[in-house]
């Protein structure tokens, strides 16, 4: 099975979401900002939704459920990202 070079790009940037997600997790763990919390929460599943995407190809049974799992957390991570803008901290 050859991997295509979108499912490389796909897997690709879910490892630098995956990266994202560490620093952002680290600067949380460092800050305790509500903010940084949410953009934390919102790389990692934006690392699952890429790894989900990139596995849809290894297993193609599972395809279309991936694909509707791929579609909640693309929402879920755009649902994050606003949130983290709109809140507001206490300084």
Not at 41 to 55: E, I
Not at 57 to 69: A, K
């Amino acid at each position: 099975m050859e991997m295509e070079i979108d499912n490389v790009i796909v897997l690709i940037s879910s490892v630098l979401a995956f990266v994202l997600f560490t620093i952002s997790l680290a600067s949380y763990l460092r800050e305790r900002r509500r903010k940084l919390l949410l953009v934390t929460a919102a790389f990692f599943a934006y690392f699952l939704m890429g790894f989900l995407d990139s596995t849809e190809s290894f297993f193609p049974s599972i395809g279309d459920s991936l694909e509707v799992w791929g579609s909640i957390l693309n929402f879920v991570v755009l649902l994050l990202f606003f949130f983290a803008m709109m809140t507001k901290e206490k300084v």
